[in-house]
């Protein structure tokens, strides 16, 4: 089992937890989105992947699942 302290003692502390969630809502000044977000703990997460989500206004990863919805 991963040691959950492990982003705090390499000087990481405050990153948010790689995939944590199955839902996030993003604005446009985030765009281009990506999975994992910026700020999150990468350490433990899969690889950059970028989402389409300007035309239909939500995406959806393909590596972990988690659904991104733009707010308007």
């Known amino acids: 089992?991963?040691?959950?302290?492990?982003?705090?003692?390499?000087g990481q502390a405050g990153l948010v937890e790689a995939n944590a969630e199955n839902h996030y809502e993003v604005t446009r000044?985030?765009?281009?989105?990506h999975c994992p977000l910026?700020?999150?703990?990468?350490?433990?997460?899969?690889?950059?992947?970028?989402l389409s989500i300007e035309e239909t206004g939500k995406a959806k990863c393909p590596?972990?699942?988690?659904e991104y919805t733009l707010k308007l």
């Open 1 to 10: 089992m991963p040691n959950p302290n492990t982003a705090d003692r390499a």
């Open 63 to 66: 590596y972990c699942g988690a």
């Open 38 to 50: 910026d700020g999150m703990s990468l350490w433990n997460s899969h690889p950059r992947v970028y």
């Open 29 to 33: 000044a985030e765009l281009p989105l």
